[in-house]
């Protein structure tokens, strides 16, 4: 096997998977154009967006949950209209609306939308497109008694909360009606988190038992996402992303559209909707079952969660509900802490069993350097010491292959009209010298899933999004604004190759000549952390490269010597 095929090959490879998803975007097929044109949206039809509010039924499959009332009769709330209560945390600026207890705004106060535009911040949570996002939630009862949706008019005390120098603040929302029957919700927040323990306390104050569950569902604005080649965060998914408890799934737009409401059922699972470097999640209790779903309406992802088994409370009593969500970057220590399987929704893909690591790793290393670029550097001499002797191997034998380019381009020159004889007569030289030509492909089929689980890294966690390294590169996550790294790339590409052994093809000489130069036009968009990563990488083989030439010339420089004296010897 030729090496240098073997490269062509390997990057070939890499543009194809690289670009794949550009080319099905530009030439699959297109979804179909509506008959008639449809109004823009104006500002007072996007305060009430058409969306599903249908409220959530209780299962029916179980003997304890008898028939519940439609709700078609009931008025969606009017999202915008609505007073709201405003909370202000250390991370972020959060709106509770009265009408339904539902979270309509969150922005994050420590993550500008670009680092040029300081003062315009993240907000995950919107009444209106595309930033539509809600996280509503409520008790459902059985046979018809007196219940608190998110459809439901709540009061508060309060129409502001700060934390403070608190370490935890409470927001109470309350509903109750003529029955006796009370509901209180109870916002927790903590100081640095992003984490928010939501509590549904029911207090029945009847004279009957009161029999219900709770549920919580987050809404999504839901369209196609134009993906381009230049940009590569747009290669994210953005969308809702599930957990049965065994597994997480990522849920295709188009999918649910064909295929309808997607279900299931769990005691340890959750939803949640991921864009990027950020998500808003709803983790109810282990050990009770639920029932999940999630559902295309329009323009609008509903994912919902509610309880299975109906909860009886007798009078006097009350019964609380509890659910954590999460509405933030994806830190996965802060997911971690909630629930383990809840750092899934950093999207490594296929590659996550490389990436995690490799995440912990940076993250140990930064913790010491502080600095993300120098954990990169750092690692990536990690690597390269992991894997010194088997592309020490590798470089010996290039090496040799180097020195016998003179001998092999004799032997092209005798057999240049026979070429079955030319690959024999090849084949005989590498027996004879000891080479093996297949041994310089290793170091780059061990490269490969690194280098793809770095570009993972490097472009979904968080902990990236906006760090500086040093001088121009203010952003490890983007590319560079001067592309200054993927030229230096491109030079170090350049040396390394004179230090290989070049193809005896004339035609593989030619493309590897200019493969820096591609190398470098294609590298300008990546994240600059990756381009550093491959730099420093590649600048590591140089120098192992230079040193082990010197190393075989020396010793193939002894051996001749040695022939020599022992012919004068005899």
Known sequence: MDNQRLLIWAFFLLMCWMTYQTWVQD????????????????????????IDDDLPELSKQRADAPEVPAAGDLEPAEVTAVPAITVRTDVFEVEITTGGGTLRR?????????????????????????????????????????????????????????LGDADELVVPLTWTDGSGITVEKRYRFKRGSYRIDLEQVVTNGSGETWRGADYVRIKRHSAEIERSMFDVESYSFIGPIIYDGEKSDKLDRDDLIEDGRF????????????????????????????????????NVATSSAIRRNVVSIAPGTSETFPT????????????????????????????????????????????YVANWGLAIIAVTILIKLAFYKLTEASGRSMAKMRNLQPRMKALQDRYKDDRQALSQAMMDLYKREKVNPAAGCLPILIQMPFFLAFYWVLLESVEMRQAPFALWITDLSTRDPY????????????????????????????????????????????????????????????????????????????????????????
């Open 27 to 50: 030439f699959g097929p297109q979804p179909a154009a509506p008959d008639e044109p449809q109004p823009a949206l104006t500002v007072d039809e996007t305060a009430a967006p058409a």
């Open 106 to 162: 969150a922005v994050l106060l420590n993550y500008p939308v670009a680092k040029d535009r300081p003062d315009e911040l993240v907000n995950l949570l919107d009444t209106v497109p595309p930033g539509l996002g809600l996280i509503e939630s409520g008790v459902r009862a059985a046979a018809g008694a007196a219940e608190a949706t998110h459809l439901s008019n709540f009061e508060s005390e309060r129409d502001s909360h700060e």
């Open 263 to 298: 279900e299931y059922y769990s005691q340890q699972g959750w939803i949640g909707s991921i864009q990027h470097h950020f998500v808003r999640a709803a983790v109810p209790p282990a050990g009770n079952d639920y029932r999940f779903s999630v559902a295309v309406n329009g």
């Open 324 to 367: 954590t969500l999460f509405v933030g970057p994806k830190l996965q220590s802060q997911l971690e802490e909630i629930d383990k399987s809840l750092k899934l929704t950093v999207d490594y893909g296929w590659l996550t069993i490389i990436s995690q690591p490799l995440f912990w790793l940076l993250s140990f290393v930064h913790d």
């Open 483 to 570: 592309f200054i790294l993927p030229l230096i790339m491109g030079v170090s590409m350049f040396i390394q190759q004179k230090l290989n052994p070049a193809p005896t093809d004339p035609v593989q000489a030619k493309v590897m000549q200019i493969m820096p130069v591609m190398f470098t036009v294609f590298f300008a968009f990546f994240p600059s952390g990756l381009v550093l990563y491959w730099v420093t990488n590649t600048v590591l083989s140089i120098a192992q490269q230079w040193k082990i030439n010197r190393v075989v010339e020396a010793e193939a420089k002894a051996q001749k010597g040695g022939k020599k004296t022992g012919k004068k010897d005899g």
